[in-house]
């Protein structure tokens, strides 16, 4: 999808948006980017209350970090005081396809709202898709010029270590304590080519990564915090940061969360099946009853992260408010 399509002249005022199928359900008079503003600073506000070093990192939605979601709007700085970092997707790799290069105009797009962000003391940190070496070469150096965290991935699922480089992008042995003193990462999202939970361990282990973003569950079971402890230390002895990602814009039917009895329409929140990913719904994200399953209280999804030990998490589906729009 084009970020930069806009709904104009009629469609503006036709706005009316319903969360189930059903024609006679209410309208929604809501703006979408400031209902997902307020969900993540709600978020921030919950996990730094447990922990004030509790690192929060919204992925893509990067409209939101300006008032009226433009490249020359002013800092929403409500929302940039609450994060610490902001993840990209397909900056210089992977916009229209993986391994091609983002287009220019898109390109310079994404990075009017990332410096936003640095201007604002806000870490970026950016996954390109790429697996030919010249361009994973070509990812991290640009990446590095512009101040930027990056990682090249050799696959959209997110589910491998990279063979190449050798060792990661600016190695070191220092303990990362901040996002800020992160150079590198990794993002494995997906554990499927590890059979148990001790080989996903020791594989992470045996890397120097500075960052690690990953699931907090393997085959619906938790990570433990002793589990993640052990990932926290690199194989060179330097301490890095384990970060849990989260989707807050779509419901999983393979989570915890998820009822048998669940359709779309029931909940009032569940909307329509995500056509890229099966099993993933698009939500009413500003629900009570949604909110609830991510934050707030000892039941929740945020707090089952922050009981085990995790530095931060990584939130997805941020862009949700392009659906409704």
């Keep these: 999808?084009?970020?930069?399509?806009?709904?104009?002249?009629?469609?503006?005022?036709?706005?009316?948006?319903?969360?189930?199928?059903?024609?006679?359900?209410?309208?929604?008079?809501?703006?979408?980017?400031?209902?997902?503003?307020?969900?993540?600073?709600?978020?921030?506000?919950?996990?730094?209350q447990i922990d004030p070093d509790f690192i929060i990192i919204p992925q893509n939605g990067q409209e939101l970090v300006t008032t009226n979601g433009e490249e020359d709007g002013s800092p929403c700085l409500a929302y940039l005081n609450a994060i610490d970092g902001v993840g990209r997707e397909d900056l210089f790799y992977g916009y229209d396809d993986d391994n091609i290069a983002t287009p220019l105009e898109e390109r310079n797009y994404l990075m009017s709202f990332l410096a936003v962000c640095e201007n604002n003391y806000v870490e970026v940190l950016t996954t390109d898709y790429c697996w030919t070496h010249s361009k994973m070469d070509d990812s991290y150096s640009q990446n590095n010029i512009n101040g930027f965290i990056s990682y090249a991935?050799?696959?959209?699922?997110?589910?491998?270590?990279?063979?190449?480089?050798?060792?990661?992008?600016?190695?070191?042995?220092?303990?990362?304590?901040?996002?800020?003193?992160?150079?590198?990462?990794?993002?494995?999202?997906?554990?499927?080519?590890?059979?148990?939970?001790?080989?996903?361990?020791s594989a992470i282990q045996q890397t120097n990564y500075d960052l690690l973003i990953m699931d907090c569950f393997f085959d619906d079971i938790l990570f433990t915090s002793d589990e993640i402890t052990q990932l926290k230390i690199k194989q060179n002895g330097g301490q890095r940061l384990v970060i849990s990602y989260m989707s807050i814009g779509e419901a999983e039917d393979y989570r915890y969360y998820w009822q048998n009895a669940w359709i779309v329409g029931n909940p009032a929140w569940i909307e329509n099946e995500n056509p890229d990913w099966e099993g993933n719904y698009k939500v009413c994200y500003w629900d009570p009853e949604w909110q609830a399953i991510i934050y707030g209280n000892n039941n929740s999804y945020l707090k089952k992260i922050l009981d085990a030990g995790y530095n931060g998490v990584y939130l997805d589906i941020i862009d949700a408010f392009e659906y409704f729009e």
């Design 1 to 48: 999808m084009n970020m930069r399509t806009k709904i104009i002249g009629l469609f503006l005022a036709l706005a009316l948006f319903s969360c189930s199928d059903d024609e006679e359900e209410p309208a929604y008079d809501k703006d979408f980017k400031q209902e997902m503003r307020n969900f993540v600073i709600n978020i921030s506000n919950y996990a730094k």
């Design 153 to 201: 991935a050799p696959e959209r699922e997110l589910n491998v270590i990279p063979d190449y480089p050798l060792n990661p992008y600016n190695e070191n042995s220092s303990d990362i304590l901040s996002l800020s003193d992160a150079k590198n990462f990794l993002y494995l999202l997906n554990p499927e080519n590890y059979s148990t939970k001790q080989q996903f361990i």
